[in-house]
């Protein structure tokens, strides 16, 4: 059973510029969340896709965006990027069974600097 | 608006002790109460969780007790190791939907 796997692990990117982070679910999981980490701080949700919909988003302004996939891997979109977007963006999938949703099983991050 | 507050920011133990964190939430329609234990570079991993119907859980030397009515919750490790040294996150989840609100995390460090 493959885990929770983000893509790229590190970028640098210029304010004003977009960004696409991607993620590939664990194997079975069809519900996947994406979280933003500051340095230092606990995550922050984001949003929360299943079944290619999404269902349930944070206090994010639009420019954040996302994709579920048919595969129920996902892709985050930032555009118009600012400093404050700096962060460790966490992905996190889960399938039912336990509860409504299940278990959160994260992935290692995507590591994102914007100068 | 922080609705789960995590104290304290950051602890130092000596190998053998016990460590002791503690976090207070505001929602009372959290329903599910999971501590995640971060090691540097990586992802939060789920180290234990625990429901309001249960007031302590403990799986090994990793101990949640919880107090509904005082809308707190704590994570005790007996027998502190080295390797325990990481930051640990508590969080909680509404009924509906699978957003998790965290706390600030508390930063553990064991000392040998």
């Known amino acids: 059973e493959t885990g929770v796997t983000q893509s790229p692990t590190h970028l640098i990117k210029t304010r004003g510029q977009q960004v696409t982070l991607r993620c590939s679910s664990q194997?079975?999981?069809?519900?996947v969340s994406w979280y933003q980490q500051a340095l230092g701080q606990g995550p922050q949700f984001i949003f929360q896709?299943?079944?290619?919909?999404?269902?349930g988003r944070g206090n994010f302004p639009p420019r954040f965006s996302g994709l579920q996939f048919p595969n129920y891997s996902s892709e985050l979109n930032v555009n118009a990027l600012e400093l404050d977007d700096s962060a460790l963006y966490l992905c996190?999938?889960?399938?039912?069974?336990?509860?409504?949703?299940?278990?959160?099983?994260f992935g290692e991050g995507s590591r994102l600097t914007v100068l | 608006q922080q609705q789960v507050k995590q104290s304290p920011q950051s602890l130092i133990v000596q190998k053998g002790g016990i460590s002791i964190i503690n976090c207070a939430y505001e929602?009372?329609?959290?329903?599910?109460f999971p501590w995640y234990q971060q090691f540097p570079g990586k992802g939060p991993a789920l180290l234990i969780a625990i429901r309001p119907d249960v007031s302590e859980k403990k799986e090994g030397r990793f101990t949640i007790s919880f107090n509904k009515s005082a809308k707190q919750f704590s994570l005790h490790i007996m027998d502190s190791q080295p390797g325990d040294s990481a930051t640990y996150f508590c969080a909680a989840r509404r009924a509906a939907g699978n957003k998790l609100t965290f706390g600030g995390g508390t930063r553990v460090l064991v000392k040998p």
């Open positions: 996190a999938s889960s399938r039912p069974g336990q509860g409504i949703f299940g278990e959160l099983f």
């Open positions: 929602n009372t329609a959290f329903d599910y």
């Open positions: 194997s079975g999981h069809n519900t």
């Open positions: 896709y299943y079944r290619e919909e999404e269902n």
